[in-house]
Structure formats: C-alpha cells, structure tokens
C-alpha cells in the first residue's frame, strides 16, 4: 500500500498511551504506535503529531478547581506524553522535535509555526504539546487548528473504535457505523466525534478528518493509505 497523503497530523488521545495499566505512559504500547509512524516516515509522509493529557488530568472533570488552572494542569500532562513518544520514536531512530504552545525551552522548542514546516520538510516528526496554549480548548481544536496551520492534507484521530457511529457502539449492538460524513452532519447530529470547535476548524479549512480504531496500532499507516478503514469525514 502506497500513501495517499504527503502531509498529515495525527491526534493520540492520552488515554492510548497508558496501555492496560490505564494511567500514566506504558513504554510497550507507546512504541507500539511508533513503528507505524517510523513506517510512514520511511514512506516520506510528513508526520505531525498532537497528543491528549487524559491518561494524567482532565481539565475539565476537575471539580471545584478553577478551570483556567486546571487546564494549565493538562497543557502540562500532554508536554508529559509529548516527551514519551519522542523518546519512543528516538529509539526506533526516528528524527524528532517537541514543541510546546506554552514556551519551557529547556525541555522543548516553543511553537513556530515556520520551524515547524521546516522540521516536517527535513523529514522530522513534530509532536505538539500544551493543546492551543490557550485554557477553554480541547486538544482536538488544537489538532485542528496545528494542521491548518502546517498545511496538513488530513487529520487522522486514533480511538477505541473503528469509525463514527450514529450511538456508543459499547451500550447499543444495533449502532450503526458511518463510512463517510460530512462537518455539517457531525455538527448538525452532535455526534462528538470531535468538538464543535474542532470540526468548524476544519470545515471552514476543508481538512479531512479520518476516525479508525488504534487497536491494531498497524491501522496509523493504513489510515493514510486507505481512509476507509475508519469514517472519513470531510466537507
């Protein structure tokens, strides 16, 4: 299978990367989904990468706590996992830059947008930390709005499940699966797959968005060599 796409960024939920132990960084299962992405580079796909802080803190389930410090907190939790997958792609021998939104220059580049293309352009995976830098967002609009800002040909979202369904595919068997939709359906039928900020984003960019299950960690270069192993979603 040859890939479609010359450039794409891919979105890992923080969840995915703590394996069985459901919390924290499972190094086996992380390296697991690195080897797919040293097989896309080695393809010349230009790979971003933007990764959720689930599997440390959740912004938004934090009680009492202010949300704005809250969400610093998970900005915080997704430089953690920004780290672990680099170190993981490191020792596979892949080529790699950690930027974060919220400048820590000892440990990471700050976001440059210009750099970034730059890093992609020599080969380079780019792993975007601390969401849009901004509290109030998810890391799925940040997805969003880095691959319309990098020029990203397709967003690819790693989940639990093989696609979009009309209703939770866990609680009801008669849930039925969507091959292709459109941001309008995803919006009009509130179907969270990504937010609503997230699929503006790439509606009003037409940045195609595929959903397909992380599983098989194999499915990251399926997914870009044939988009309908997951729900392709576009305009």
């Known amino acids: 299978m040859k890939p479609k796409y010359k450039r794409i960024l891919l979105k890992l939920s923080g969840e995915s990367l703590s394996g069985p132990e459901k919390h924290g960084i499972d190094p086996d299962t992380v390296l697991s989904y690195c080897q797919p992405i040293k097989q896309l580079t080695e393809e010349g796909v230009q790979v971003a990468v933007v990764v959720g802080g689930g599997n440390f803190w959740r912004g938004r389930t934090s009680g009492e706590m202010d949300r704005t ?43 440059i947008r210009n750099r970034a293309i730059r890093h992609l352009e020599k080969g380079r995976v780019v792993i975007f930390g601390c969401g849009t830098g ?57 179907l969270k797959v990504i937010d609503s900020t997230a699929a503006a984003i790439c509606k009003d960019n037409d940045i195609g968005l595929v959903v397909f299950s992380i599983k098989d960690p194999e499915n990251i270069f399926t997914s870009v060599c044939d988009p309908s192993i997951g729900t392709l979603v576009t305009n």
């Not at 998970?74 to 974060?100: F, H, K, P, S």
């Open 69 to 111: 410090r809250a969400d610093h907190m998970g900005m915080l939790a997704t430089t953690i996992n920004a780290l672990g997958v680099a170190d993981a792609l490191e020792q596979l021998g892949v080529d790699v830059r950690v930027q974060t939104a919220i400048e820590m220059r000892q440990i990471a580049e700050p976001y």
């Open 134 to 190: 901004n509290p109030f967002f998810s890391t799925d609009t940040a997805a969003a709005l880095r691959a319309a800002e990098i020029e990203a040909e397709i967003i690819l979202k790693a989940t639990l499940v093989d696609g979009v369904y009309d209703s939770d595919p866990n609680v009801n068997p008669n849930a039925q699966r969507f091959e292709h939709l459109s941001f309008y359906e995803v919006l009009e039928k509130d």
